[in-house]
């Protein structure tokens, strides 16, 4: 089982950034995928973005792409998620999740997930 917590949520201004982060621990985390996904108040969890073990394929949702980018440092135990020009509809709790394989976008594929961060857009 890995263990999976993030941080760096908070409240911005839309067109601001932020830059969340998850970190890991496990016996073979870095073997697995990671993904992010969010859920906002009344919705369902929504994918965001996920990247392979080695962080060399990454892949993102229509609803982010070209504003958000999926980074993983093996090294230092860390998954991110980069948000740039953020608007009031990205509000939600992120999570980071992981799971043996990779290219999937349903939350039912991962196993392991996070406690949550929020993040809150005003406009």
């Known amino acids: 089982q890995e263990q999976l917590v993030e941080s760096g949520g908070g409240l911005v201004q839309a067109g601001g950034s932020l830059r969340l982060s998850c970190a890991y621990s496990?016996?073979?985390?870095?073997?697995?995928?990671v993904a992010w996904f969010r859920q906002a108040p009344g919705k369902e969890r929504e994918f965001v973005a996920t990247t392979n073990w080695s962080g060399d394929s990454t892949y993102t949702g229509d609803s982010v792409k070209g504003r958000f980018t999926i980074s993983r440092d093996n090294a230092k135990n860390m998954v991110y998620l980069q948000m740039n020009s953020l608007k009031p509809e990205d509000t939600a709790v992120y999570y980071c999740a992981a799971t043996r394989g990779y290219g999937y976008t349903r939350p039912s594929v991962y196993l392991d997930w996070g406690q949550g961060t929020q993040v809150t857009v005003s406009s």
């Open positions: 496990g016996r073979t985390f870095s073997r697995y995928a």
